[in-house]
């Protein structure tokens, strides 16, 4: 007997007959004697949808994060609905259970809840009942009993975090391409599929865009000690392994592999003052209202005024709250103005080691400016280095620093 | 201060905008000290697309009542998200929550759940804290916590049976015509507008098929004393009052309305062999599967073979259910057909005492006739007379027996 958690993102749910194909597979899938749970996330772009629809009633509906949440919530219950009837109608007993009812306990900062604890005492008994249990990812349930969603790309990390709560076998990420790749190979010709990554590895990959696991659930994967299998909703083939450590020996590639990042903004706040507490006032506003910043560059621009340029980078979805925030911030400190650029990307090569190799940051410069990309901000960590460009350019500087660290056969 | 239950329907909230009209409605009707509920439905054909997406995955989704309870749900958890968000928006406090959360305490029976008990702690607290209170109609959850819906039209009978456990002093419903009619407006001519009904009469013009309130709503607003008023969406025009007895003399009319109904179906078991328990074992097979019939006729056809033809209607909802066990019971008695007519609607009159006058029905019959109707099966109660008729036939009839008690001026 195994106990398999087997998740299946948006794509491949995004119709009813895709809907029955997956539950096709699980079931083709499975021995008599296997428990399984699976874990779905909203039919295609449902979720997009219903923000759209939100934004009907408000331009920033996010200000209203619990409602969001409650609006949010239902794109997964409309998928495990019809995934647990697809199971009963090919005559498999199911049962689909929401992220309350599964005891995902969440705190309560809505749509990027945490996951604080989970009692999935209901799915144990289900599972037990000879059900295949179809759980709605992305969401859980605060102390309130109020659902709480995990941010996007939270049904992996739902997935993961099950399965450990109910110390499963394995993690099955099921996905619409065939693995992790050394990029995304939608962007870049020639990534090629990694058999097994660390946890690590693609923690960093993840954190820097790669979209195919959220850093989160790798996390959790880690915590736990899960195996993750991320592989293709769509063939048979084994995908990639990720865990604690390699089994086999893979060709050492001087990086491990490029990220992307196309869902980012650029906010400046222009001729700020120069004194003590500027970033500070600055960047604790937008913590205070959980707007995450990434890149951030302060310059001076003017040393006779003694004024800064205060440059940084933040998600998409962050953008209006951290606009409000910055224009706030803005008048406080009698800034001078704010700038917003929405068409920029990040562009990221990751690699153990890497900062030990000074070649290596000038080949990825040298790629861009073959490729005519210039370079906004440029942000490295222990093992990674990533520059901002103009989005337009974004699949011409992937595939450029792709064939400089992997050239082709 | 007063504490109302105001009740808003798929068509008051079908878009983003409405929505937005519903808040400024309810806040432009408010004073300060108002305690203010609003239950609302799904956004206009919501729950009919949701039962549409079920039946990509199984032509019969209601086999899986309690998926199909879990899908259904999430029509209003949009619905009351979205209003609540637009009260912020527009600077009042307020909170959305579903049926599970306000306490709607149902039985199990999925699709068609019954309220058996509510616990509105979270409601009152809510109100408490100075928010308006947005509620899910049409749900609740049972003992498991799993979402229950109420059946059709269940959103009223949540409404007023909040209104009843909160101890409401008025109950809105607001719709789109502008009051209770002596019959649908949208399909008969000259329809006149009642000030006040019982809830009596109403119960049966409701039972009947007056679309405007389901007679659960009713029974709830008698049992709790609460007074309804039905009323416009759009407009600021008093409605109807249904409540125990009349506060002011309406003329006396022959008969109180006109109700009809063309959501039904016609099955029939033809040549059944006429022997004691024939009828017992059909219509408590369909009473195990909750399937509520109608009109009954049982015509001996053939007194040679002694066979008979079991004639009944349905709700067309549970046509397919109640096909398949017509089907078996078919098959059991050693019947020689069944029949299905899904071309057939009742049209009622409605009036009290009626029955003591026996010159109505040849009226009613006469009206039928001389705008060229066959009759189909006819059924009486105390109060009423009912005609199944052609469905295409439905709007002469309607108008043709309408003008015969109602003359136009």
């Known amino acids: 007997m195994a106990l398999i958690v087997k998740k299946f993102g948006g794509s491949s749910v995004a119709t009813t007959e895709k809907i029955k194909a997956v539950a096709r597979r699980v079931l083709d899938g499975m021995k008599p004697e296997d428990k399984v749970v699976v874990v779905v ?3 295609g772009d ?23 949440d409650m609006l949010l919530t239902t794109g997964e219950q409309v998928s495990i609905a019809l995934l647990a009837m697809a199971f009963c109608s090919m005559g498999h007993k199911a049962i689909s ?3 309350a009812m599964v005891g995902m306990g969440t705190n309560s900062v809505h749509t990027k809840g945490r996951i604080v604890g989970i009692e999935p005492k209901r799915v144990e008994e289900a599972l037990n009942e000879g059900n295949i249990v179809v759980v709605a990812g992305f969401q859980g349930a605060d102390s309130f009993g109020d659902p709480v969603t995990l941010g996007r790309g939270g049904s992996d990390t739902s997935a993961v975090a099950l399965a450990g709560a109910l110390a499963a076998d394995s993690c099955e990420i099921f996905t619409d391409v065939d693995g992790i790749y050394s990029a995304d190979p939608r962007l870049v010709q020639g990534a090629r599929k990694m058999q097994e990554i660390t946890y690590d590895e693609m923690l960093e990959m993840a954190r820097l865009g790669a979209g195919v696991m959220q850093p989160r659930s790798v996390e959790m994967g880690k915590h736990f000690g899960i195996p993750i299998h991320v592989r293709s909703t769509f063939t048979e ?11 086999m020996e893979e060709k050492d590639f001087e990086i491990r592999g490029l990220a992307h990042d196309d869902k980012v ?5 222009m001729g700020v003052p120069n004194q003590p507490g ?5 960047f604790s506003a937008l913590a205070d209202a959980n707007v995450s910043v990434d890149m951030i560059v302060q310059s001076v621009r003017n040393i006779e005024h003694n004024v800064t340029d205060m440059v940084f980078t933040v998600a998409v979805d962050d953008l209006e709250t951290a606009r409000e925030i910055v224009e706030d911030v803005k008048k406080k400190l009698n800034a001078v103005s704010v700038l917003v650029e929405e068409n920029v990307a990040k562009v990221s090569i990751v690699g153990v080691g890497m900062l030990g190799n000074p070649g290596i940051a000038a080949r990825m410069f040298g790629a861009l400016q073959k490729a005519d990309v210039n370079i906004d901000i440029i942000s490295t960590s222990e093992i990674s280095i990533s520059c901002l460009i103009t989005k337009d350019k974004l699949k011409e500087a992937a595939n450029a620093i792709h064939d400089e660290f992997f050239p082709r056969d």
Chains 1, 2 share one sequence.
């Not at 500027?278 to 600055?282: D, G, K, M, W, Y």
Request: glycine share 6%.
């Open 41 to 43: 996330s909203a039919m």
């Open 46 to 68: 449902t979720t997009d949808d219903l923000i759209e629809l939100a934004r009907g009633i408000d331009k920033n509906p996010y200000h209203y994060a619990r409602e969001m």
């Open 97 to 99: 259970l929401t992220g």
């Open 237 to 247: 083939k084994t995908g990639t392994m990720i865990r604690e450590a390699y089994t």
């Open 265 to 269: 903004a650029k906010l400046a706040v």
């Open 278 to 282: 500027v970033a500070h006032s600055l």
